[in-house]
């Protein structure tokens, strides 16, 4: 039927009893509007009419969130890195908090690109230098946008392996399983040697790591975190490595769905995405 169609009941002669502009005024006047979806439509409409760019010069942003800094409102840690109050007043401090989470983002990862991650792994909160050392990254602090690694994913005899950097802002921690994640799905999923040999063995890394922050931005839109995405989006494009090379050859391939409803082809759904 019709959208236009839908108040004359498919044409039926009752439809012309209804005084739809009367309905929808004392809709209004008992309080029904403004209501959850229109609100959710709006910000939609928001979102869509904007996009978040990184300005050049002078200027900071948050290493965790990317949110530009105004003022002296942030903290500075003993690393370098500076954090937003927001993400200071997020950290997830204690183990329940993480594992809340982590299986709060394992569900809805499924959910939103209809896969299994419910595998046995081993998921622990380690620190900052373990996660350095075992991620290959040498990190020193820079102006502008300082983003290390928060997390790794691993698959080795012993079975899968999943780390998150204690003491992580919520929303990083977030984008943060939604990557790894998607890792360990590869790893279940992949046959690491047919995608070298498919791809070339040096752009492993390039295919790997670019599904996964395509995956990890669409998981931030599945879940309406709108702003979020959309620096994590313009952090991604102008990256020079494996990940930002990566992430735009998939985005090419998968546009991103926007108002977050995954209803199109997606790389979970190919032996080979690219």
Not at 1 to 13: I, N, R, T, V
Not at 43 to 55: D, M, N, P, V
Not at 209 to 222: D, N, R, V
Not at 259 to 268: E, R, S
Request: overall charge negative; some cysteine; charged content about 30%.
């Amino acid at each position: 039927m019709p959208a236009s169609e839908f108040l004359a009941y498919g044409g039926a002669d009752a439809a012309h009893g209804v005084d739809v502009d009367g309905t929808l005024e004392y809709l209004r006047r008992n309080g029904f509007a403004n209501g959850y979806l229109q609100r959710a439509r709006e910000a939609l409409e928001t979102y869509e009419k904007r996009r978040f760019t990184f300005e050049p010069m002078n200027a900071s942003y948050c290493d965790f969130c990317f949110m530009k800094l105004m003022g002296g409102e942030h903290d500075r840690l003993k690393d370098g890195r500076e954090r937003c109050i927001r993400c200071s007043r997020t950290v997830l401090r204690t183990s329940d908090e993480f594992h809340e989470v982590f299986s709060s983002v394992r569900r809805n990862l499924e959910t939103a690109f209809d896969i299994s991650v419910t595998v046995a792994m081993r998921v622990r909160m380690v620190n900052a230098k373990e996660i350095a050392r075992s991620s290959g990254e040498r990190f020193e602090p820079t102006a502008g946008v300082d983003a290390r690694v928060l997390g790794y994913a691993e698959k080795t005899a012993g079975g899968y392996s999943l780390f998150i950097e204690n003491g992580s802002p919520k929303l990083a921690a977030i984008s943060t399983i939604a990557h790894e994640l998607t890792h360990i799905w590869q790893y279940r999923t992949w046959d690491v040697r047919e995608i070298e040999r498919r791809y070339g063995e040096r752009h492993r890394l390039a295919v790997y790591e670019g599904m996964a922050t395509w995956a990890q931005i669409q998981y931030l839109l599945f879940t309406r975190e709108f702003e979020q995405a959309d620096r994590q989006e313009a952090y991604a494009a102008q990256r020079t490595d494996d990940y930002g090379v990566g992430y735009r050859l998939f985005v090419e391939r998968y546009p991103l769905a926007r108002d977050g409803d995954i209803d199109a082809d997606t790389p979970f759904r190919h032996a080979y995405p690219l």
